[in-house]
């Protein structure tokens, strides 16, 4: 089974429609973090949470908020969809005594139409 | 801010072929570095990293990169690669210095395709 998982994979929506990507880990590591990439721009940090009550923003988190349900759950919402978040969503993990070896999830393709 | 410069967008190589994929960081401190790769549906998985020591890694499927600071490069070379070596590479980096988050700034990638 694999250690990070997001669901859904892919997600096609409309502009507007209040969208939840979810992420779950089995690795027990304390640290998660949501990218997001486009072609061209590499992967770009939205959020970063170092525990359930650690939660911050990364470079790009306008237009997007997060929850740490619980030590292994942690989920990007879009409130309100707009075309240009059309991309691929990465969730990672890391242990804070590996200096930033992340673990990334399969990624969820969204299409914001 | 540091910053990470993948100059090769792209790079098109035959079978058995050597390749090197480039890298190169803005700052001359400290550095924590990093090659990711990203399989065609997949998620990014580590191919290697330098935090301090010799300056040749080596990473898996046969992947080793070379620190080099006056150059504030770190690339990727492979002597041989596959057919199944066809991904695309990310290098990252860190600042070790920083005594709150140590967040990864990615470069842009360098799509590594090899045909027979």
């Known amino acids: 089974d694999a250690d990070v998982t997001q669901t859904p994979r892919n997600r096609i929506t409309k502009t507007g429609k209040r969208i939840m990507l979810e992420c779950s880990q089995t690795?027990?590591?304390?640290?998660m973090y949501w990218y997001r990439q486009d072609p061209g721009l590499g992967l770009r940090l939205i959020y970063y949470?170092?525990?359930?009550?650690?939660?911050n923003k990364g470079e790009i988190s306008d237009g997007y908020s997060v929850s740490r349900q619980a030590q292994a759950k942690f989920s990007l919402s879009l409130e309100s969809a707009i075309p240009n978040q059309t991309a691929l969503y990465f969730c990672?993990?890391?242990?804070?005594?590996?200096?930033?070896?992340?673990?990334f999830g399969p990624g969820t393709r969204l299409t914001v139409l | 801010a540091q910053s990470v410069t993948q100059l090769d967008s792209q790079v098109p190589v035959f079978e058995e072929a050597p390749v090197e994929l480039r890298c190169n960081y803005s700052?001359?401190?400290?550095?924590?570095l990093f090659w990711y790769v990203q399989y065609p549906n997949q998620g990014l998985q580590l191919l290697l990293k330098?935090?301090?020591?010799?300056?040749l890694v080596k990473g898996i499927n046969g992947f080793e990169a070379e620190f080099n600071k006056s150059q504030t490069s770190f690339h990727l070379r492979k002597p041989s690669v596959h057919i199944s070596d066809t991904a695309e590479y990310f290098c990252?980096?860190?600042?070790?210095?920083?005594?709150?988050?140590?967040?990864?700034?990615f470069g842009t990638g360098t799509r590594l395709l090899v045909s027979p």
């Open positions: 949470s170092f525990d359930v009550k650690d939660i």
């Open positions: 330098y935090l301090s020591g010799s300056t």
């Open positions: 990672a993990t890391s242990d804070y005594r590996r200096y930033n070896e992340q673990f």
């Open positions: 690795k027990g590591h304390d640290r």
């Open positions: 990252a980096v860190s600042d070790p210095e920083n005594t709150g988050f140590q967040k990864l700034v």
């Open positions: 700052s001359s401190v400290s550095v924590y």
